[in-house]
């Protein structure tokens, strides 16, 4: 099958799990806060700019790929600018036909110039609202959950569960962990995730990236994770081809796939950090064959130099994915989001599916 152009997939709904608010800023955006509050840049050049910061994250240097969100945090310090990127932020995925998408960001990040955590998360808040309504209006409607991220190097997991929690009725949807995971185990974190349990809340961890089975285990045997924040390395634990007819799941990968536990994969970005060596050899084209609860997603949209329509048209290129592998990917994201049941069917019936329908016609 001939891969489905780009410009074909951009007005396709789509749903996003696992999109980082401070790996999607605009290039020009970065420019001018950083201007406002005196803070140095590589370049002044936006489009330069945006071009230094895919090629820092493809630079397979772990200084320079950390470099890259010193330069977006630091212009995400005040309430102007936390707020400006938000909205954004929501353009910019609406825009990508993007109609659902939980985003998330560490508020621990952003308090340098004094905000304290409560402020953080109203002046991202409010960006959301604005910059739904704006997409709305111009016809392109979108939901966003928050994600509230806590540092796995840190010790603020607890105050950030409790935030989170705090704010489960006015836009946050699920809270995450983040960070190196080598020597950061989640299981440093079980009284936040204790707590997010007993308080019927929603929960992914970062696992399985960076670090192989052993993240994966602890995040959802030890910690209860509801997701997988990318959860690649789980390949890991199958051996054999589908092709060939000699797969074998280990006992992890049976248990995720028979929980359906989600997959929050992001194809560039895993490429990026070495998790997987090309988006022909990603993993996720074999997770698909075994039917697991496969989800694209875009990571960190500035560095990565992507967005949910180039990940979906680098797969299609890649596997020979039509429209119907392309809307399972997107009801797969869709039935695993932390909004209410019935919220998660209205989108799917309402939206998606009448939205592909058109395009398998």
């Given at each position: 099958m001939a891969a489905i152009a780009f410009s074909d997939i951009v007005p396709a709904p789509k749903a996003l799990l696992h999109d980082h608010l401070d790996g999607g800023l605009r290039p020009a955006t970065i420019v001018e806060l950083a201007d406002r509050v005196g803070h140095r840049l590589p370049t002044t050049d936006p489009a330069a700019l945006g071009e230094w910061f895919v090629a820092a994250a493809d630079s397979g240097s772990l200084e320079r790929y950390l470099e890259t969100f010193a330069h977006t945090v630091a212009v995400m310090q005040t309430v102007e600018g936390l707020h400006r990127v938000?909205?954004?932020?929501?353009?910019?995925?609406?825009?990508?036909?993007?109609?659902?998408?939980?985003?998330?960001?560490?508020?621990?990040?952003?308090?340098?110039?004094?905000?304290?955590?409560?402020?953080?998360?109203?002046?991202?808040?409010?960006?959301?609202?604005?910059?739904?309504?704006?997409?709305?209006?111009?016809?392109?409607?979108?939901?966003?959950?928050?994600?509230?991220?806590?540092?796995?190097?840190?010790?603020?997991?607890?105050?950030?569960?409790?935030?989170?929690?705090?704010?489960?009725?006015?836009?946050?949807?699920?809270?995450?962990?983040?960070?190196?995971?080598?020597?950061?185990?989640?299981?440093?974190?079980?009284?936040?995730?204790?707590?997010?349990?007993?308080?019927?809340?929603?929960?992914?961890?970062?696992?399985?990236?960076?670090?192989?089975?052993?993240?994966?285990?602890?995040?959802?045997?030890?910690?209860?994770?509801?997701?997988?924040?990318?959860?690649?390395?789980?390949?890991?634990?199958?051996?054999?081809?589908?092709?060939?007819?000699?797969?074998?799941?280990?006992?992890?990968?049976?248990?995720?796939?028979?929980?359906?536990?989600?997959?929050?994969?992001?194809p560039s970005s895993n490429v990026q950090t070495g998790a997987a060596p090309s988006i022909a050899e990603h993993p996720i084209g074999l997770l698909h064959d075994l039917r697991f609860r496969v989800t694209v997603n875009t990571d960190n949209r500035l560095m990565s130099g992507t967005s949910m329509s180039r990940e979906m048209a680098l797969l299609s290129e890649a596997f020979g994915w039509g429209w119907a592998e392309l809307q399972w990917l997107t009801i797969n994201a869709m039935k695993s989001a932390f909004i209410p049941y019935d919220e998660r069917l209205a989108i799917i019936n309402d939206v998606i599916k009448p939205g592909y329908g058109k395009l398998l016609a």
């Open positions: 938000a909205k954004e932020c929501a353009l910019d995925l609406a825009a990508d036909g993007v109609v659902y998408a939980e985003v998330r960001y560490a508020p621990e990040q952003h308090l340098e110039k004094g905000l304290s955590l409560d402020e953080v998360v109203d002046a991202v808040n409010a960006g959301f609202t604005e910059g739904a309504a704006e997409a709305a209006a111009q016809g392109a409607p979108i939901r966003i959950g928050v994600l509230l991220t806590a540092m796995r190097h840190a010790a603020r997991s607890q105050e950030i569960a409790e935030l989170s929690v705090r704010y489960r009725d006015a836009g946050v949807v699920g809270f995450d962990i983040a960070g190196a995971e080598a020597g950061f185990p989640p299981t440093r974190h079980l009284d936040a995730f204790e707590y997010l349990q007993r308080e019927n809340f929603h929960f992914t961890i970062h696992a399985g990236e960076a670090f192989g089975l052993p993240s994966i285990w602890q995040a959802i045997q030890w910690c209860g994770a509801d997701r997988l924040g990318h959860g690649v390395r789980l390949v890991d634990d199958i051996t054999g081809t589908v092709g060939g007819g000699d797969v074998v799941l280990g006992r992890l990968a049976a248990y995720v796939r028979d929980k359906r536990i989600p997959l929050e994969l992001c």
